[in-house]
């Protein structure tokens, strides 16, 4: 599959599973993985359509699921010693789609040698694609995008989804602010503007792997609290992403004991 295939195997998905079901959930199709972790059929439903679709045009690859996570202890481990994988996000933003929000979305991503090198979010309320290759730029609907500078990289607009840090502040850094919980809409939000930097703290390949490329292929940067770029093999929680590397290295600097306040 080319990086045009791909993406239209996840409008296909989204219009066949997810978005009948937006706003019309039925009883009994709403689940929950943990104490307040949802899942609903839509997450179930995409995930083995896209891991039977990527299967099967890349034979070879180890297909990394949120969902399948749940039921397979070992698929992590597997994950991060693969050659070659691509992880998927059936639904990011399951709590968002439940209430009704359209901030969610369909991701996918594609790794090699552990490193991300193809990038996929389908916002499918939005109707708004992303799509990112290394070395080759981001694109949103089709026009290249990349990211301004921020202007003052000490006072840094901030939003997490580390909710103890929701209008807490660091330094000269102004309050944080909630995100859009959800990794599909806020790396795309950094990348228009709507942010310059992003905190988090889990640190699930399927939710970080697309948006972390395209951020760089914007110019950003990704990495974690202690200097290291951020890879989608580390799993090392904690996560800065930044508009630029001046933006992250000034949030570095100011807000160090961030993520032991969550």
């Given at each position: 599959?080319?990086?045009?295939?791909?993406?239209?195997?996840?409008?296909?998905?989204?219009?066949?599973?997810?978005?009948?079901?937006?706003?019309?959930?039925?009883?009994?199709?709403?689940?929950?993985?943990?104490?307040?972790?949802?899942?609903?059929?839509?997450?179930?439903?995409?995930?083995?359509?896209?891991?039977?679709?990527?299967?099967?045009?890349?034979?070879?690859?180890?297909?990394?699921?949120?969902?399948?996570?749940?039921?397979?202890?070992?698929?992590?481990?597997?994950?991060?010693?693969?050659?070659?994988?691509?992880?998927?996000?059936?639904?990011?933003?399951?709590?968002?789609?439940?209430?009704?929000?359209?901030?969610?979305?369909?991701?996918?991503?594609?790794?090699?040698?552990?490193?991300?090198?193809?990038?996929?979010?389908?916002?499918?309320?939005?109707?708004?694609?992303?799509?990112?290759?290394?070395?080759?730029?981001?694109?949103?609907?089709?026009?290249?995008?990349?990211?301004?500078?921020?202007?003052?990289?000490?006072?840094?607009?901030?939003?997490?989804?580390?909710?103890?840090?929701?209008?807490?502040?660091?330094?000269?850094l102004p309050p944080l602010v909630g995100s859009w919980v959800c990794c599909g809409v806020?790396?795309?939000?950094?990348?228009?503007?709507?942010?310059?930097?992003?905190?988090?703290?889990?640190?699930?390949?399927?939710?970080?792997?697309?948006?972390?490329?395209?951020?760089?292929?914007?110019?950003?940067?990704?990495?974690?609290?202690?200097?290291?770029?951020?890879?989608?093999?580390?799993?090392?929680?904690?996560?800065?992403?930044?508009?630029?590397?001046?933006?992250?290295?000034?949030?570095?600097?100011?807000?160090?004991?961030?993520?032991?306040?969550?």
């Amino acid at each position: 599959m080319d990086t045009e295939q791909v993406l239209d195997l996840m409008k296909h998905v989204a219009a066949e599973v997810i978005t009948p079901r937006f706003r019309s959930l039925a009883d009994g199709e709403v689940m929950e993985k943990n104490p307040g972790d949802l899942v609903t059929v839509a997450d179930q439903e995409s995930e083995v359509i896209l891991t039977r679709e990527l299967s099967a045009a890349f034979p070879g690859a180890f297909i990394l699921g949120e969902e399948r996570t749940a039921t397979d202890r070992t698929a992590i481990a597997q994950f991060v010693a693969a050659e070659h994988a691509f992880t998927v996000d059936p639904v990011d933003g399951t709590k968002n789609f439940v209430h009704g929000s359209p901030d969610h979305a369909v991701m996918v991503s594609e790794v090699r040698g552990g490193e991300t090198v193809r990038g996929w979010i389908w916002q499918p309320e939005h109707e708004v694609a992303w799509v990112a290759e290394k070395g080759a730029g981001v694109w949103r609907d089709g026009e290249r995008v990349t990211r301004a500078p921020v202007a003052d990289a000490d006072e840094p607009r901030g939003v997490t989804s580390i909710w103890p840090l929701r209008g807490h502040s660091f330094g000269t850094l102004p309050p944080l602010v909630g995100s859009w919980v959800c990794c599909g809409v806020d790396y795309p939000r950094l990348m228009e503007g709507a942010t310059d930097y992003i905190l988090y703290a889990r640190n699930s390949p399927w939710d970080h792997s697309p948006g972390s490329l395209m951020v760089r292929e914007a110019g950003g940067a990704v990495g974690h609290p202690d200097g290291r770029p951020y890879a989608p093999t580390s799993l090392t929680p904690g996560i800065i992403v930044a508009a630029d590397r001046a933006t992250y290295a000034a949030v570095r600097r100011q807000a160090p004991d961030a993520f032991a306040r969550r």
